[in-house]
């Protein structure tokens, strides 16, 4: 399961610098609107110490890491929707997206450039939120005109469904994003297939001067009270200072940190974040060939998760060989957990726990 989070935000507030900070460099950040043409893509490993750990007990021939695909469109403006800017073109680019990563300019310098002319964070989240909410009315509209010929012949899930698509609709209309919509499940899951870009969950960026590392400031405030009445989590992170880090080497990059106070790169807390936000864990498997980590959601069944490997996993799941990971660390490995009687065999109703170590039984 590839995590795949877009990076929308106003020109100019630090998007494409964050995005070559967690992937190494490939997007243009300068300072002007739109200097981001095409949307960037890029693959960036989730940080996990956990990794090192297990690769220090089995010594295996490699190593993979789960990964977050990161995609950094044009900056949005005011009429983004209807063409504005480079418009529609790219807000097409979020709809396959998981989660959406909204960076927010929260620092003052007038050395860089707002499309505004002012610092309002909230201003810009409203002129995100609106051009996203406009987008997914134009989506429905069309949607409830298919759905309109179906109810002519008294279909009943098409009656019901246009319902549903005529309530999400007019609360739309009415300024209230999707994911701040009062939906039960069975409505939300009926609207899934439209993809609408404000029914996704959304992680707020603050992005400060390193004065106000770690904690943030007050633009900072007004986002974190924003983002607490929709369930949204907020990230403090300087662009500039996450940029610089990313060109260092590690000793440097330790010796910088420390002296700004901080225990880690801002970027691994992004990550994190965006974790926490979908409800994803991760479980391992651990052999002398390699140790690699796998993305799975909180509650999945042990068979689901064999899934993400491969689905002949799923099809024939026997039973998942299982060790905590605290346990595989403190007896010293596989061998040694067997002997302790920490391996325990789980069958398919078991959910899998973050950083469980794993190994599949299954018929072919």
Not at 151 to 178: F, P
Not at 201 to 226: H, I, M, T, W
Not at 230 to 247: H, Y
Request: include cysteine; proline fraction near 3%; hydrophobic fraction near 40%.
């Amino acid at each position: 399961m590839a995590l795949s989070i877009g990076i929308v935000g106003l020109p100019n507030v630090g998007k494409s610098t964050l995005f070559n900070a967690l992937n190494g460099g490939g997007a243009e950040a300068a300072n002007y609107p739109f200097c981001t043409i095409d949307p960037n893509v890029g693959l960036v490993k989730v940080p996990d110490a956990r990794m090192d750990a297990l690769a220090d007990i089995v010594k295996p021939q490699a190593m993979q890491h789960a990964v977050v695909e990161f995609v950094d469109i044009a900056g949005l403006v005011e009429g983004a929707a209807s063409g504005e800017g480079l418009g529609n073109k790219f807000l097409a680019n979020i709809r396959e997206c998981s989660a959406i990563a909204h960076v927010v300019r929260c620092f003052d310098d007038e050395n860089v450039t707002h499309v505004a002319n002012r610092i309002d964070p909230l201003g810009d989240i409203e002129i995100i939120d609106t051009e996203l909410m406009l987008k997914d009315m134009e989506s429905l509209q069309r949607a409830v005109e298919r759905q309109s010929k179906l109810t002519k012949s008294g279909n009943k899930e098409a009656i019901l469904r246009m319902k549903i698509l005529e309530k999400v609709l007019k609360s739309l209309e009415d300024g209230i994003t999707v994911r701040r919509q009062a939906l039960s499940d069975d409505e939300r899951e009926k609207i899934t297939e439209f993809c609408l870009l404000t029914s996704k969950p959304v992680l707020y960026l603050a992005n400060v001067d390193d004065a106000s590392l770690p904690d943030g400031n007050d633009y900072v405030e007004k986002v974190r009270q924003f983002a607490q009445e929709e369930g949204a989590k907020v990230t403090v992170v300087s662009a500039q200072i996450e940029s610089e880090l990313a060109e260092m080497d590690d000793e440097s990059r330790v010796e910088f940190l420390q002296d700004l106070g901080l225990e880690e790169p801002g970027l691994n807390t992004v990550i994190r974040a965006a974790y926490t936000l979908l409800n994803l864990i991760t479980y391992f498997t651990a052999g002398v060939k390699e140790v690699r980590a796998w993305t799975i959601h909180q509650g999945d069944t042990a068979p689901k998760a064999a899934a993400v490997i491969h689905n002949d996993f799923e099809k024939g799941f026997i039973r998942a060989e299982t060790i905590a990971y605290d346990d595989f660390v403190t007896c010293g490995g596989e061998t040694k957990c067997k002997e302790a009687g920490k391996m325990r065999l789980e069958g398919k109703e078991y959910m899998v726990q973050d950083g469980d170590v794993l190994h599949f039984r299954f018929n072919v």
